[in-house]
């Protein structure tokens, strides 16, 4: 197999989303007013509501299908913080890697949902967009062989590579008409495996050192700077956001860059 080079990268199409997450910080000391966000962008109940009067925590669940996206949406609700996740809704039935769609695919139906919901939000200091992907080869070889496109700043010789794990944080400056706001780009890289154990009627189990399922794992968290103080203009919230979710977009198409 030739050597992978920086025009195989692949398209978002390709990546698996495991999770996407959207995390609103709330500013000091701001009472959560008295919410039915759940049924405001979901337009129904939700299938699971749970509290905690005494620490102040809600949360609701339920079944989420956009499309070809379908998993579980959770929205957990905390005196400080603010979180919506959409996640993989069970355990995977076969051997491919669980996922809640296509990148491509999943980060548009989530957005639409959060974009909803900034228009309604509480005041807010910080928010941050994070999402797990998983681009599958087929072996862990073609894996280490591509993963280097990826780091076009970083000429790195990943032959004979194993356990590799690479993290960074490239910030940017935006402008928003705020003075000193920074977005972190961190980025997480590694090559995941899965391997299959097969247990008999006695209870012991036969290991198999080969792997059934091979990928490039890429761990994202994008994010409004924790050293901005004041509170971010809500009527740039859902603009920032497509922000957030574009630097995303973009690391996953070019990978480690300025």
């Known amino acids: 197999m030739p050597e992978a080079n920086i025009t195989d990268r692949f398209d ?4 698996k989303t495991e999770s996407l997450r959207m995390t609103a910080f709330l500013s000091p000391g701001y009472p959560i007013p008295v919410q039915n966000w759940w049924e405001e962008i979901c337009d129904s109940p939700p299938e699971v509501r749970s509290s905690q009067p005494r620490t ?3 949360q609701d669940e339920g079944i989420f299908r956009d499309g070809n996206t379908q998993g579980r949406l959770i929205l957990v609700v ?3 913080r603010i979180d919506w996740l959409l996640t993989v809704d069970a355990a995977p039935t076969s051997l491919e890697f669980p996922s809640v769609g296509s990148f491509s695919e999943s980060v548009n139906s989530f957005g639409q949902l959060m974009n909803s919901w900034l228009n309604v939000s509480p005041n807010l200091l910080r928010i941050a967009f994070g999402v797990n992907l998983l681009l599958p080869f087929e072996d862990v070889e073609q894996a280490y062989q591509y993963l280097p496109s990826y780091f076009p700043l ?3 010789d990943l032959k004979n590579a194993q356990d590799f794990n ?4 490239r910030p940017r400056n935006v402008d928003y008409n705020i003075p000193d706001l920074k977005i972190n780009r961190l980025s997480s890289w590694s090559v995941m495996t899965f391997t299959a154990l097969q247990f008999t009627n006695a209870g012991s189990y036969t290991y198999s050192s080969t792997p059934f399922n091979v990928a490039i794992r890429l761990e994202l968290d994008i994010n409004s700077s924790i050293d901005f103080s ?3 203009p809500k009527d740039k919230l859902p603009e920032m956001f497509a922000q957030l979710v574009e630097y995303a977009k973009e690391i996953a198409l070019e990978g480690d860059i300025l």
């Open 78 to 80: 905390q005196p400080s």
């Open 230 to 232: 004041g509170e971010l």
């Open 56 to 58: 102040g925590v809600q």
């Open 12 to 15: 978002l199409t390709e990546w």
């Open 154 to 156: 970083n000429k790195l």
């Open 166 to 169: 690479y993290r960074i944080n």
